[in-house]
């Protein structure tokens, strides 16, 4: 009787540790490294397991942060301003954020005419990186009118997220969404740890609050982790 081939046992066992909880939804697995030392073969055996698995839809690879335990594709709404810290722990998971930057500028051109501002004008503009579980799930682009929330250049954000902020400070009067599939700038793919020809969803948003524009956001989901829905019901 032929042998059994090794990267089929290897498979087996991490399905079998994924259906005794020893990992669950999110939990990273072993590296190939570990893995190769444990079953004692090679890396490209390995590998060979962990790219059926993700065939399989029981794991998910990302190019820096390693392998994880596959979860469920999470869903965000277009239609309200519900913050995504909110909402990945009402999906019973863990929230986490990083700071990129946050600085004063002159708005360019574009800006300018977005924010309805002189060109040239000082506002401010902040990125942020959001995790589910320790995986970035979005990227965040934030241009902010100083005369609607002068206080937001002095935030660290370690307590309250931008959007939580925004909403308490800045009464949302209107909010224009604009939605897009792009494949994105090399920074963001290292934010979002994300291959290069993978598109991203982008929400372009405008937020009015006390009769002028207050801020506009571009908030950019990797496809493969996040989709996005919106439910009309009518009078």
């Known amino acids: 009787m032929a042998l059994r081939p090794l990267f089929e046992e290897i498979k087996d066992f991490i399905k079998k540790q994924i259906e005794d909880g020893v990992y669950k939804e999110g939990d990273k697995i072993p590296t190939e490294m570990e893995l190769a030392k444990t079953f004692q073969t090679s890396r490209q055996t390995v590998n060979k397991a962990l790219r059926d698995l993700v065939l399989d839809d029981i794991i998910e690879r990302f190019p820096r942060s390693g392998s994880f335990v596959k979860t469920t594709i999470a869903q965000t709404s277009i239609l309200d301003l519900k913050d995504i810290a909110t909402e990945i722990v009402e999906r019973g998971n863990s929230y986490t954020n990083k700071l990129v930057s946050l600085t004063e500028i002159r708005a360019n051109e574009k800006i300018s005419k977005i924010l309805n501002v002189v060109k040239d004008q000082k506002i401010y503009i902040s990125q942020m990186i959001h995790y589910e579980n320790g995986v970035p799930v979005r990227f965040d682009t934030r241009y902010i009118k100083p005369s609607s929330c002068k206080e937001y250049i002095k935030q660290t954000f370690t307590q309250i997220t931008p959007s939580q902020y925004l909403q308490k400070n800045c009464p949302v009067e209107k909010v224009d969404n604009t939605i897009e599939a792009i494949l994105v700038e090399e920074d963001i793919q290292e934010y979002l740890d ?42």
């Not at 002028?212 to 439910?231: Q, V």
């Open 194 to 235: 994300i291959s290069r020809n993978e598109p991203c969803l982008r929400i372009s948003r405008l937020v009015t609050s006390k009769g002028e524009i207050a801020s506009y956001s571009k908030l950019y989901y990797p496809s493969s982790r996040y989709k996005l829905n919106s439910t009309f019901v009518g009078a």
